[in-house]
């Protein structure tokens, strides 16, 4: 490394290890309501739907692992 590199990342570090300001200009500090609390995803595999949780998003909808599609890419028409 060059005296010049060597330098320039000396005053990096020491910048970085400075505490960061009390307000920084431009925020606002502003009260945010909680989210809602949303029901869980549930399995919709099945007529009646099966409803299991926990489950995981798939192309074909939500489904649980013992409902995992076997396919779950668009086949290509000749």
């Not at 005053?11 to 400075?18: M, Q, S, V």
């Not at 989210?35 to 926990?54: L, Q, T």
């Not at 692992?65 to 890419?73: F, I």
């Given at each position: 490394?060059?005296?010049?590199?060597?330098?320039?990342?000396?005053?990096?570090?020491?910048?970085?290890?400075?505490?960061?300001?009390?307000n920084?200009?431009?925020?606002?500090?502003?009260?945010?309501?909680?989210?809602?609390?949303?029901?869980p995803?549930?399995?919709?595999?099945?007529?009646?739907?099966?409803?299991a949780?926990?489950?995981?998003?798939?192309?074909?909808?939500?489904?649980?692992?013992?409902?995992?599609?076997?396919?779950?890419?668009?086949?290509?028409?000749?």
């Amino acid at each position: 490394m060059t005296r010049a590199t060597t330098a320039t990342l000396a005053a990096i570090r020491r910048r970085l290890d400075e505490p960061p300001p009390e307000n920084v200009p431009g925020q606002l500090a502003l009260d945010v309501p909680a989210a809602e609390d949303k029901p869980p995803k549930v399995c919709g595999y099945g007529n009646p739907r099966c409803g299991a949780v926990p489950t995981r998003f798939y192309p074909c909808g939500w489904k649980r692992d013992e409902h995992q599609p076997a396919r779950t890419t668009r086949r290509k028409t000749p």
